[in-house]
């Protein structure tokens, strides 16, 4: 009757035990929790659990109840390994054969369970406190086992599970970034609005605390910081550094620390690159080096990976890409402001000619010919001189009236200048370099003198036929 009361008990706690360990525990709540959970219902007074080390060398101790005990780590040799690969079962005797000499000296167990997952021990919880006196009782120790060891075959793949999902999450969001990246760099048609994206999406992709986006100037050959982020003390970095064109690198991702003389090869100093607080650095293009990108320590916990600077080097040749369309959209714009300022300024000298040609005496084409200028030159003052003599001219009308019928004559080198159909600019004193008798009533800094030539009297007088001379005038329409 007693043997099948205990019998009974037995059968109601390995049913409790079934309903604890089929639950989703945490391993280390394993460890904690159902270790405690065997000791009582076996019955214990005195137990310890040793669990694996992350470098799977070696057993270290856990937890114990009962006396205080001091127990050095069971290093995981040969010996020991067989407790999963050739015995697999709970022990309650022989267990020198698989235990140091020193654990069994000072605790003296007279009970095993290993913890087994996939023929390798993970764990063991030993007792010297072993009451079992019947093949039943080892029968439910062995119960247990089986229990606890798919209870932490459970929560070791639902902790592998979280942790793929979650490096599937990442790469999922990296992916959507790097997409995202691609599609607003290679849309901007201007060089600092590439660079800006850039180092916006880098900082977002790496949590980078001082990031910088450092590109190459075509007029001194050396690799200047265009772009500087500081998340910490939100400072500004300016610099440059010479690149070392005959050096071919040999990488794109560098690291300051592994890799500085490398570095220290390709650009000669490292000066730059500890004012950035650099932590990597990655080229744009290895062939030639066009510039580079600089990270700093990641905030919080992110911490750079292989794949991170996979992306990030892919980000790379996208930039590369986008920054030629872009400086080529800039050569385009230039050209198409150049076309439209001729096709403007063909348009305006139509209209002057249409303006001028319409006069129908001296006065009328004096006054048409100073409101032309003034409108399509910016010349606000005018006067009108012809020639009298082989270098002498008259003002027969000007917006100064003290400047009527005043006689003036062209040196030999402006002479020889207008009849070449050129126009004198007049300044920074070189006013008396092309004539005589005007240049005190002319300022030198704002005057102008233009040959006025009519193919039908140009016969005649072998050279242009008078002077448009402008008296005051917005030196941009100079330029």
């Known amino acids: 009757m007693d043997r099948e009361i205990e019998h009974g008990l037995r059968c109601e706690k390995l049913l409790e035990a079934i ?8 391993p280390e709540q394993l460890a904690e929790y159902g270790y405690l959970y065997i000791h009582e219902v076996l019955g214990f007074n005195a137990s310890c659990i ?18 205080e005990m001091v127990v050095e780590p069971i290093s995981l040799t040969d010996q020991v390994k067989r407790l999963a ?18 654990l069994m000296t000072t605790y003296q167990p007279n009970f095993l369970m290993p913890l087994i997952i996939a023929d390798e021990l993970i764990g063991m919880i030993i007792s010297n406190d072993w009451k079992g006196q019947s093949p039943e009782d080892l029968m439910f120790a062995e119960a247990l086992k089986k229990l606890v060891n798919n209870a932490f075959y459970t929560g070791i793949q639902m902790q592998k599970n979280q942790e793929y999902k979650k490096q599937m999450d990442r790469k999922l969001y990296d992916q959507m970034l790097l997409h995202q990246l691609i599609d607003v760099a290679i849309s901007e048609r201007e060089v600092d609005q590439v660079i800006k994206t850039c180092v916006d999406g880098l900082r977002e992709l790496t949590a980078s605390a001082k990031t910088s986006f450092c590109l190459v100037d075509a007029h001194s050959g050396k690799i200047g910081v265009k772009h500087y982020t500081d998340l910490v003390t939100f400072k500004n970095v300016y610099g440059e550094v010479a690149w070392r064109s005959h050096v071919e690198p040999k990488r794109m991702t560098f690291s300051v620390v592994e ?15 500890e004012r950035l607080e650099t932590q990597y650095v990655v080229l744009l293009k290895m062939k030639p080096v066009i510039g580079f990108v600089t990270l700093g320590a990641p905030l919080g916990t992110q911490v750079y990976t292989k794949s991170t600077f996979d992306l990030i080097e892919s980000i790379m040749n996208t930039v590369c890409i986008a920054i030629e369309n872009a400086n080529h959209i800039g050569v385009l714009k230039n050209q198409q402001n150049l076309l439209n300022s001729t096709v403007e300024a063909m348009t305006q000298l139509g209209d002057s000619i249409k303006t001028v040609n319409s ?18 030159a910016g010349i606000d003052e005018s006067a009108l001189a012809v020639r009298i003599d082989s270098k002498v001219y008259k003002v027969l009308q000007s917006t100064d009236a003290e400047l009527i019928d005043t006689t003036f004559k062209l040196t030999d080198l402006g002479s020889n200048m207008i009849e070449r159909g050129l126009v004198l600019d007049l300044n920074m004193g070189s006013l008396p370099c092309y004539m005589e008798g005007l240049d005190s009533k002319l300022d030198q800094n704002q005057s102008m003198i233009a040959p006025i030539d ?17 008296l005051n005038m917005n030196r941009k329409f100079l330029n």
Not at 264 to 271: D, I, P, T
Request: charged share 20%; aromatic share 8%; net charge negative.
């Open 19 to 26: 309903d604890f360990f089929s639950q989703i525990l945490h």
């Open 50 to 67: 040793f669990m694996r080390d992350e470098n799977q060398t070696l057993l270290n101790l856990k937890g114990s109840k009962g006396p």
């Open 85 to 102: 690969t050739k015995v697999g079962v709970v022990l309650t005797t022989d267990l020198e054969a698989y235990l140091p000499e020193s």
């Open 259 to 273: 890799h500085r003389e490398e570095l220290e090869a390709l650009f000669g100093s490292m000066e730059l690159f």
């Open 359 to 376: 006069a129908t005496d001296l006065p009328e084409l004096s006054d048409l010919l100073f409101q032309s200028v003034n409108l399509y």
């Open 454 to 470: 009519v193919v039908a009297l140009n016969e005649n007088m072998g050279g242009p036929v008078g002077l448009l001379i402008g």
